[in-house]
């Protein structure tokens, strides 16, 4: 959600931050803005409603913005419609102070208040300008030191970047609840909210922590805790390459993680099995700890929480213990039944998402003992769990999710194998099986993507309907709950997934004549039971378009109107295959409804406010 980049070098900063906007142009904005300062011509700022393109054709047409120091911001709309005066960076009255930001101040209505009635003129209608105008109001000279002040005074969360044209070789830069990262180089430094923004220009970065301050030049950074005590920051190399964010030939960035995921599952799954064992990065989960376990909770939020839907049926079968999925944002407010013998499983593709960071805090303020999966490295949730567990999908850029989930469903995998072998609840037998089968996944996934056309075919007989409903049983269910959401997300059609056997229980009324059912049964111990709820809703009126196995083709056939297979697997790995044809079916069916599919409407990569 909303995106920040700054520079401050020797070069040209305009270039550089439009460079930095465009990369994270996948958060999700409706409007943008850079400020550059130049000796000559002062603090300059241009803003606007719409897309990067706007931005650099108006900096374009007033012959450019001179300056090596300045901020660039994507915002997506929280306090105030979208438009050129809420779009960022926000100025101070007198036009000393520009400020972007990342977050939302909870109490800026009476600091707004306060500062009116000082006389001080407001032009937006968002929290963030009472930043850059309470600024100038403490403003005694020392920028850092005011800035210091003003955090002190406001609540909330925020990432922040300052420039003063009264100090115009620094940029100030804070955080609390909203990622920002540091970026060195020589004869730069940078600030950001993702490190797309950076990975063209370093590789060295570092994270800020909450409460953390920093103040960067050219060629010095120094970094503070909230009292401007010195910190001391581990830098962190990243090593994935800049053409992993970058299209690489395909229409869109959706279907290019769609197609990179048997890599990704490789990636995610090689290097943990050695000599047909788990071994989880060095983790330390006894036997004994483990049989002390009395829950698992997993927490998460959209296509992550689907992940815990299928992880609690696989959690449960082979490890014997109560596994609990609660939505991150109703964690908190649940009062959730915690112990020190619960295992909290905290699932993020940013680790920055904001509901889950704090039920992340509240599960361990409980005793919880916290195991994270996560994609970004050194991401806020990282930090502050007490294990790890990395997906290494690398970057994901478009908006709605695919490679990340898979990624995340495989190391759910590899957790139930680790954890049900220590506590043998699983035979030598069937964990040699499913083990050898988690291997075999991505030549598996192959074969499904092979089946692109035919489902690109599918999606232009189904595209016009305009509800459709998903049905499944057990994990299949779990997986037609992603379904719905990846076709919602991106093709803005009205879809709802349902446990089949529910459907007699009031929603089969919405079936009438025509409408489209997808029905997942893939999951042979209830295959014949989905049927049945496959005859109920074809003899409504419905058209069925079903998934399953290969092997059980056939039978889907005799119902089904169309129907998609994939290979046959261990019941625990379906999901990894089940969910692709799905997420290629929302894709195609965006496509053909001319949808923006990478930048979906209203949507944002990394939810960073609550």
Partial sequence: ???????????????????????????????????????????????????????????????????????????????????????????????????????????????????????????????????????????????????????????????????????????????????????????????????????????DVCYLDDGEIAEITADQCWIYDSYLRPVEKEHHHVDWEISAAEKGGYEHFMLKEIMEQPKAIHATISPRIRDGQVVLDGLDYSEEYLWAMDKIYIIACGSSYHVGMAAKYVLEKYLRKPVEVALASEFRYSEPIVTDRTLALVISQSGETIDTLAALREAKRLGARIL?????????????????????????????????????????????LSFARKLGTISAEEHDTILAQLQSLPEKLEEVLEQREQIQYLASIYFNHSSVFFIGRNLDYAVGMEGSLKLKEISYLHSEAYAAGELKHGTISLIEQGTLVIALASYRPLFEKTMSNVVEVKSRGAKVLGLTTEPLRGEMEKVADQTITVPEVHPMLLPSLDVVPMQLFAYYVALMHGCDIDKPRNLAKSVTVE
């Fill in 372 to 416: 994270s999966i996560v994609n970004v490295m050194g991401s806020t949730i990282a930090r502050e769990s007490d294990d790890v567990l990395y997906t290494w999908a690398g970057p994901e850029i478009a908006v709605a999710t695919t490679k990340a989930y898979s990624t995340q469903l495989a190391v759910v995998d590899l957790i139930c």
């Fill in 1 to 203: 959600m909303c995106g920040i980049v700054g520079f401050v070098g020797r070069e040209e900063a305009a270039p550089i931050l439009l460079d930095g906007l465009r990369r994270l142009e996948y958060r999700g904005y409706d409007s943008a803005g850079i400020a550059v300062f130049d000796p000559k011509d002062g603090l300059q700022m241009v803003k606007t409603k719409g897309r990067i393109q706007v931005l650099a054709d108006h900096i374009a047409e007033r012959g450019g913005l001179k300056g090596t120091i300045g901020l660039g911001h994507t915002r997506w709309a929280t306090h105030g419609v979208p438009s050129d005066v809420n779009a960022h960076p926000h100025m101070s009255e007198n036009g000393r102070i520009a400020v972007v930001h990342n977050g939302i101040i909870e109490n800026y209505v009476e600091i707004k208040e306060f500062l009116q009635s000082q006389g001080v003129h407001f032009t937006s209608e968002t929290d963030t300008e009472v930043v850059a105008q309470l600024l100038e109001y403490y403003y005694d000279g020392n920028i850092l030191d005011t800035v210091t002040k003003v955090l002190h005074q406001i609540r909330g969360s925020y990432g922040l970047g300052v420039l003063c044209a009264d100090c115009p070789d620094r940029l100030i830069a804070a955080r609390k609840d909203s990622p920002l990262i540091l970026g060195f180089g020589k004869g730069f430094h940078m600030i950001a909210s993702d490190v797309t923004a950076v990975i063209k220009y370093t590789r």
